[in-house]
């Protein structure tokens, strides 16, 4: 994949790589880290993904935490 698909292609990626197990869970870690761990323990996360990352156009967290954060007060939101 290329880093230069739209914005909206590029958030369809990552929510892939959100849903993604191999990669290790995705609750509570940010995409980077969750890439940069997987990357660690060798488990082959795509170079694109963190390529959207780099960029920095794309939201770092994982589809799961904005869904659980959603209905959350900003001022009482979980870290």
């Known amino acids: 994949m290329s880093p230069s698909l739209t914005h ?3 958030e369809k990626e990552l ?3 959100d849903m993604n197990a191999d990669y290790g869970p995705c609750i ?3 995409r980077r880290d969750r890439w940069q761990r997987a990357k660690k ?5 795509p ?3 963190k390529d959207y990352l780099d960029m920095g156009h794309c939201n770092e967290n994982a ?3 904005n869904l659980l954060n959603k ?3 900003p001022d009482t939101k979980l870290k």
């Open 41 to 45: 323990h060798g488990l082959n996360p």
């Open 8 to 10: 909206s292609a590029q």
């Open 71 to 73: 209905d959350v007060r």
């Open 63 to 65: 589809a799961w935490d």
């Open 47 to 49: 170079l694109h993904i």
């Open 28 to 30: 509570g870690i940010s």
């Open 15 to 17: 929510l892939r790589f």
